[in-house]
């Protein structure tokens, strides 16, 4: 068992349900807005940048012009202000649309604002760690490393334990499951 300053760690690091539940969130929103036939995310790489969320505050508070919308553009989003205007066509985005739209965004700023302070708490955890005067000791290496990969700030190397789809051959034919089966990927090639 780790000991009591770890397992407080890792209390506050298995928190990501709340990343998981930002990112449910935004995915939702870009749902929502293929409903209303608005292909803003064929366009824009992340829907919840800057320019992304200012095209959709402006959504919320009523605006329904593409042209004005498409000026919201920042950066070398600039230069696909064209495809913006086609994107950002609003003939089927309704007040009900906006309405679940500025709930969802309200939303997605608490998660974001929760995942800040619980980051800004491991981080206070942590640094007793991170400085050079615990690392003396052996224990003080030891419970270094367990807060950093609690923290996933050093990863366990990844075991690649990737499973592919091959064929199997037996010493009578091909295996009986069509021929085909799944199999861990550092096993035997496929043929």
Same mark, same amino acid.
């Given at each position: 068992?780790?000991?009591?300053?770890?397992?407080?760690?890792?209390?506050?690091?298995?928190?990501?349900?709340?990343?998981?539940?930002?990112?449910?969130?935004?995915?939702?929103?870009?749902?929502?807005?293929?409903?209303?036939?608005?292909?803003?995310?064929?366009?824009?790489?992340?829907?919840?940048?800057?320019?992304?969320?200012?095209?959709?505050?402006?959504?919320?508070?009523?605006?329904?012009?593409?042209?004005?919308?498409?000026?919201?553009?920042?950066? +070398?989003? $600039?230069?696909? #202000? *064209?495809?913006? /205007?086609?994107?950002?066509?609003?003939?089927?985005?309704? @007040?009900?649309?906006?309405?679940?739209?500025?709930?969802?965004?309200?939303?997605?700023?608490?998660?974001?604002?929760?995942?800040?302070?619980?980051?800004?708490?491991?981080?206070?955890?942590?640094?007793?760690?991170?400085?050079?005067?615990?690392?003396?000791?052996?224990?003080?290496?030891?419970?270094?490393?367990?807060?950093?990969?609690?923290?996933?700030?050093?990863?366990?190397?990844? +075991?690649? $334990?990737?499973? #592919? *789809?091959?064929? /199997?051959?037996?010493?009578?034919?091909?295996?009986?499951? @069509?021929?085909?089966?799944?199999?861990p990927r550092w096993g035997r090639r496929p043929l």
């Open positions: 068992m780790p000991p009591e300053p770890i397992r407080r760690l890792r209390t506050h690091t298995r928190c990501r349900h709340l990343t998981q539940a930002r990112t449910a969130e935004k995915q939702r929103v870009e749902k929502l807005l293929e409903d209303g036939h608005l292909k803003l995310s064929s366009v824009i790489s992340d829907i919840h940048g800057v320019s992304g969320r200012d095209m959709l505050n402006a959504l919320v508070a009523g605006q329904r012009d593409p042209k004005a919308l498409a000026q919201l553009a920042r950066g +070398t989003m $600039r230069g696909k #202000i *064209r495809r913006l /205007e086609e994107a950002l066509d609003c003939s089927f985005f309704i @007040g009900e649309h906006a309405a679940v739209l500025a709930m969802m965004l309200a939303v997605i700023d608490h998660y974001t604002t929760q995942i800040e302070a619980l980051n800004a708490r491991i981080e206070a955890l942590i640094d007793p760690w991170l400085h050079p005067q615990c690392q003396n000791s052996a224990m003080g290496l030891d419970l270094a490393f367990y807060a950093l990969r609690s923290y996933s700030l050093i990863r366990p190397p990844r +075991t690649g $334990r990737r499973l #592919i *789809r091959c064929r /199997e051959r037996s010493a009578t034919g091909w295996s009986g499951r @069509g021929g085909r089966s799944w199999r």
